[in-house]
Structure formats: structure tokens, C-alpha cells
């Protein structure tokens, strides 16, 4: 009997459900601001909605409206949208390995659902198990993905009820929730190292007005926790 074969199905099943569920009540307030500066900028409830139900990005949806309110063209909202979503290329070449012998079907709802708290309970999950559980990572992504459009549909009918919603300070749940996700995964000390060389890196880039700061800070801690890594081995 394989190791996959050995796990319960149904635990793996609620373990999904169980395991994505506190970062999915913590993106509620991200999920609300959403909803409610798209009204604000002009966009309909159902327009609103459906950005949220084909689009699936929070922080390239939240950049998106922001543009959007501050009269940005077309092709500086694709922009935005590639540079902010580009992590995602990390995360699918981490899952490529497991993912090529999938049905196309189920490349392309993986694909769909992958974001930054899928992916990282499935790979935490992985390293636990020992091998790629699909029906866990697909659970926690559609978890996630129902939550999202349940706390954007809040917005926007708080959106459209409650003025200056954004004042709330709504958007600390989107720092708040990476932290959630960062802190567990720092378990070496190249990794610790490269958290901190991407923290110092965005908030000097910040002030320096680098373009695309947030990115160079991820490549630079990257890069730093990788030489790191390589010498301890």
C-alpha cells in the first residue's frame, strides 16, 4: 500500500478545510475593502462580483480598482496586475514536478485557485505527508476561493450602505494575513536571514522610491537565503 493510499481520504479532505480556514477568516477584511472601493470607483454589484469570481487576485484585484478610481489605462492595470501576480510563477514552478502528470482539468483548477495561502498550506502539507495531496490542495483552494467571495459580496453591500469604509484601516488584514503565512515556514536560519533581507530591502526601496520594490525585495532575500542554504550544505 502506498503512503497516498494509506491516508484517509476524508481526513485529508477536512484537514484542507480545517488548515485553510484561519487564513481564510483573516482575508475577510481584505475580501470587505475590495468590495467596497469597487463601488466606490464606479463599478457595479455585479461587476464588483465578478471581478471577484473570475479574477481571484486580492492584491492585483485591489491594485486594479485602485487604478481603475485613479483614471489608469488598460495597459498600466496589466501591468500592475503581471508584476504583482508574478510570485505565482515561484509557486506553480514549486508545483510543477507534481502537477505534470494531472489531467488537463485539473491543471487548470489548480492553476485558478492557487494563491498565496493555497499554496501554502498544500506545500506545508506535502513536506508533512511526503507527497503531492491534490484533493487537499484543490479543498483549500476552493475554500479560500468561497470565503473571498463571500466577505467581497459584504463589501459590497457595505459599500453601497456604509460611506469611508476604507478609513476602517481594513487593509491591515492583507500585511496580517502574509505574516500568518511567513512566521510558520521560518524553520532555518538561511530562511530566517532571507525574511529579514526582504523586509529591510522593501521598506529602504520603499523610501528610496524604487520601482517594483516589493518584488526587487523578494529577489534580494531570495538570492541571499539561497547562498545561504548552498554554504550550510
Given at each position: 500500500m502506498?503512503t497516498?493510499q494509506?491516508q484517509p481520504?476524508?481526513?485529508?479532505?477536512?484537514a484542507?478545510f480545517?488548515d485553510?480556514l484561519?487564513l481564510s477568516?483573516?482575508?475577510?477584511?481584505?475580501?470587505?475593502?475590495?468590495g467596497s472601493?469597487a463601488?466606490?470607483?464606479?463599478?457595479s454589484p455585479l461587476?464588483?462580483?465578478?471581478?471577484?469570481?473570475l479574477?481571484?487576485?486580492?492584491a492585483a484585484?485591489?491594485s486594479?480598482?485602485?487604478?481603475?478610481?485613479?483614471?489608469?489605462g488598460?495597459?498600466?492595470?496589466l501591468?500592475s496586475?503581471?508584476?504583482?501576480?508574478?510570485r505565482?510563477?515561484?509557486?506553480?514552478a514549486?508545483?510543477?514536478?507534481?502537477?505534470?502528470?494531472?489531467?488537463?482539468?485539473?491543471?487548470?483548477?489548480?492553476?485558478?485557485?492557487l494563491?498565496?495561502?493555497?499554496?501554502a498550506v498544500?506545500?506545508?502539507?506535502?513536506?508533512?505527508?511526503?507527497?503531492?495531496p491534490?484533493?487537499?490542495?484543490?479543498?483549500s483552494g476552493?475554500t479560500?476561493y468561497?470565503?473571498w467571495?463571500?466577505?467581497?459580496?459584504a463589501?459590497?453591500?457595505?459599500?453601497?450602505s456604509?460611506?469611508?469604509?476604507?478609513?476602517?484601516g481594513?487593509e491591515?488584514a492583507?500585511?496580517?494575513t502574509?505574516i500568518?503565512?511567513?512566521?510558520?515556514?521560518?524553520?532555518?536560519s538561511?530562511?530566517?536571514?532571507a525574511?529579514l533581507?526582504?523586509a529591510c530591502c522593501?521598506?529602504l526601496?520603499?523610501?528610496l522610491e524604487?520601482?517594483?520594490d516589493l518584488?526587487l525585495?523578494a529577489?534580494v532575500?531570495?538570492?541571499?537565503?539561497?547562498c545561504l542554504?548552498?554554504?550550510?550544505d
Open positions: 502506498s497516498e494509506a481520504v476524508r481526513s485529508i479532505k477536512l484542507a480545517f485553510i484561519p477568516i483573516a482575508v475577510i477584511p481584505w475580501g470587505i475593502l475590495c472601493l463601488i466606490q470607483v464606479g463599478l461587476q464588483s462580483q465578478l471581478m471577484s469570481l479574477v481571484f487576485a486580492g484585484q485591489l486594479a480598482v485602485t487604478l481603475t478610481g485613479a483614471g489608469g488598460i495597459a498600466t492595470i501591468g496586475t503581471a508584476v504583482i501576480s508574478s505565482h510563477l515561484l509557486y506553480s514549486t508545483f510543477r514536478s507534481h502537477a505534470m502528470g494531472l489531467p488537463l482539468h485539473h491543471k487548470m483548477l489548480m492553476a485558478f485557485l494563491t498565496d495561502e493555497m499554496f498544500t506545500e506545508n502539507k506535502r513536506k508533512e505527508l511526503g507527497y503531492f491534490l484533493d487537499y490542495a484543490l479543498i476552493a479560500f468561497a470565503i467571495n463571500l466577505s467581497t459580496l463589501g459590497i453591500v457595505a459599500g453601497t456604509i460611506p469611508n469604509l476604507e478609513s476602517l481594513l491591515f492583507i500585511a496580517a502574509f500568518a503565512m511567513v512566521v510558520p515556514n521560518i524553520q532555518s538561511p530562511v530566517l536571514v525574511v533581507v526582504s522593501a521598506v526601496f520603499h523610501k524604487v520601482p517594483n518584488l525585495s529577489l532575500g531570495m538570492v541571499v537565503g539561497y542554504d548552498k554554504e550550510s
